[in-house]
């Protein structure tokens, strides 16, 4: 098997490091990243001036750092390292559950994987003060991968808690979209924005939302179809 590693967390992240070292025990590894951090780029791809790719070896693995954003990464990645598999994003630097995959740099690459017709695999963990405990996850996510790769799933987001108790499936929790602004002024009086997100207390059942707040590793099966099979019948028959 031949994977591409990706993030929106930039190619010194220890989420991509700690990804790689589980990673690399199922098949052969090639990691393209962006040079810094690109978090929330959402699938944004660069088409405005050209791209350029360094070779950056990482803890002995085949590395690379792209000035891009996550798509632009995966996009080049495919084409240089021909015969690729699976796409892994992550392991990312907090959640990426309910509204927020919307603009997720980290399931964007993922995304482009499945694309481009391969698959796509995006993982992530919420931090706080102090990065997460990678050690502490390696087994979860070596099971997390072992489930998907043996699977069918095309594409797949999934969510580390600090400290698992299991694995649940999920669906993706919409009930309430979690961005607010914040209103501030410089040092001159000058009107400044903070645009930020707020934590969603409702809960429902088999969300990832709800996997996550009871130590559950969610994984949401996803799809790059975006239609609403519902509403198109129903416009169809008039």
Same mark, same amino acid.
């Given at each position: 098997?031949?994977?591409?590693?990706?993030?929106?967390?930039?190619?010194?992240?220890?989420?991509?490091?700690?990804?790689?070292?589980?990673?690399?025990?199922?098949?052969?590894?090639?990691? *393209?990243?962006?040079?810094?951090?690109?978090?929330? /780029?959402?699938?944004?791809?660069?088409?405005?001036?050209?791209?350029?790719?360094?070779?950056?070896?990482?803890?002995?693995?085949?590395?690379?750092?792209?000035?891009?954003?996550?798509?632009?990464?995966?996009?080049?990645?495919?084409?240089?390292?021909?015969?690729?598999?699976?796409?892994?994003?992550?392991?990312?630097?907090?959640?990426?559950?309910?509204?927020?995959?919307?603009?997720?740099?980290?399931?964007?690459?993922?995304?482009?994987?499945?694309?481009?017709?391969?698959?796509?695999?995006?993982?992530?963990?919420?931090?706080?003060?102090?990065?997460?405990?990678?050690?502490?996850?390696?087994?979860?996510?070596?099971?997390?991968?072992?489930?998907?790769?043996?699977?069918?799933?095309?594409?797949?987001? *999934?969510?580390?808690?600090?400290?698992?108790?299991?694995?649940?499936?999920?669906?993706?929790?919409?009930?309430?979209?979690?961005?607010?602004?914040?209103? /501030?002024?410089?040092?001159?009086?000058?009107?400044?924005?903070?645009? !930020?997100?707020?934590? *969603?207390?409702?809960?429902?059942?088999? !969300?990832?939302?709800?996997?996550?707040?009871?130590?559950?590793?969610?994984? !949401?099966?996803?799809?790059?179809?975006?239609?609403?099979?519902?509403?198109?019948?129903? /416009?169809?028959?008039?």
């Amino acid at each position: 098997m031949r994977l591409l590693l990706a993030n929106d967390d930039g190619i010194y992240s220890p989420g991509l490091a700690a990804l790689a070292s589980v990673a690399s025990t199922f098949g052969d590894l090639h990691i *393209v990243a962006p040079d810094v951090e690109q978090s929330s /780029m959402g699938a944004a791809i660069t088409h405005s001036r050209p791209i350029s790719i360094r070779r950056t070896p990482i803890d002995g693995y085949d590395a690379h750092r792209v000035n891009g954003t996550p798509t632009d990464c995966v996009a080049l990645g495919v084409d240089l390292f021909k015969d690729i598999d699976v796409v892994l994003s992550g392991i990312n630097l907090g959640p990426n559950i309910g509204s927020a995959i919307w603009h997720s740099g980290t399931l964007a690459a993922a995304k482009q994987g499945t694309l481009l017709g391969l698959r796509g695999i995006a993982l992530s963990t919420p931090t706080g003060e102090t990065e997460p405990d990678f050690e502490r996850l390696r087994p979860w996510v070596a099971e997390v991968l072992k489930l998907l790769f043996a699977s069918d799933v095309r594409l797949a987001n *999934v969510n580390f808690p600090p400290d698992p108790v299991g694995v649940r499936w999920t669906r993706q929790a919409v009930s309430h979209y979690d961005g607010r602004v914040v209103p /501030m002024t410089d040092p001159y009086g000058r009107s400044l924005f903070w645009l !930020t997100v707020q934590r *969603v207390e409702e809960l429902e059942e088999g !969300t990832d939302r709800w996997a996550m707040r009871n130590r559950f590793v969610s994984i !949401t099966p996803l799809r790059v179809d975006l239609t609403d099979d519902g509403v198109l019948d129903r /416009m169809r028959k008039g």
